[in-house]
């Protein structure tokens, strides 16, 4: 078996990527890699091969949207009721380094401090992605906040029916 890292959005299509939390309508919904900001989110694309938000056709990229939308909203709900020092999501497509369609869904917090509350989570030290605090690398730890998260999705994709 390959490492599903290299082929994230096939790996969420094949059952494989241990990071996802919900399937949405045009997306996976999967907890990011690191966790130095809890409650860190990225919704995948789930249409192979599919790079940027304009290779969808608009009704796709809408859906795409709205999921962002509602990912950010289920984070939202739940860092601010873990963390009295959450201020806000931050919603991002980038694609500066994966080739693929992703968007990140960052929640913000006081204690980040005044260094970093006001800049873009990419200013952070590179040293948080590529050598993390262990408790801060996604593992079992994180099983709570998991929970938390894919409940608040269910809740709100309920209500939206």
Same mark, same amino acid.
């Given at each position: $078996? ?12 094949? %059952? ?13 919904? /999967? $907890?990011? %890699?690191?966790?130095?900001l809890?409650?860190?989110? #990225?919704?995948?694309? %789930?249409?192979?091969? /599919?790079?940027? !938000? ?13 999921d $962002? ?9 739940v860092?601010?009721?873990? %963390? ?34 006001? =800049?873009? /989570?990419? !200013?952070?030290?590179?040293? =948080? ?6 408790e801060? #690398?996604l ?5 709570? !906040?998991?929970?938390?998260l /894919? ?11």
């Amino acid at each position: $078996m390959t490492d599903w890292r290299r082929d994230r959005v096939g790996a969420a299509l094949r %059952d494989e990527n241990p990071t996802v939390l919900r399937r949405l309508a045009a997306g996976f919904a /999967v $907890m990011g %890699d690191v966790q130095f900001l809890p409650g860190y989110c #990225v919704l995948l694309t %789930d249409t192979p091969g /599919v790079d940027r !938000l304009t290779d969808l056709p608009r009704a796709r990229r809408l859906e795409f949207l709205a999921d $962002m939308e509602l990912l950010g909203e289920a984070a939202q709900g739940v860092c601010a009721d873990r %963390d009295p020092a959450f201020r806000r999501i931050n919603l991002e497509i980038q694609g500066n380094h994966d080739a693929f369609l992703h968007a990140h869904v960052w929640p913000r917090y006081e204690w980040e401090g005044p260094d970093h509350t006001w =800049r873009p /989570v990419a !200013l952070h030290p590179i040293e =948080r992605w590529r050598a993390p605090e262990p408790e801060t #690398v996604l593992g079992p730890q994180h099983d709570a !906040l998991r929970a938390e998260l /894919v409940a608040e999705l269910d809740r709100l994709g309920s209500a939206e029916h």
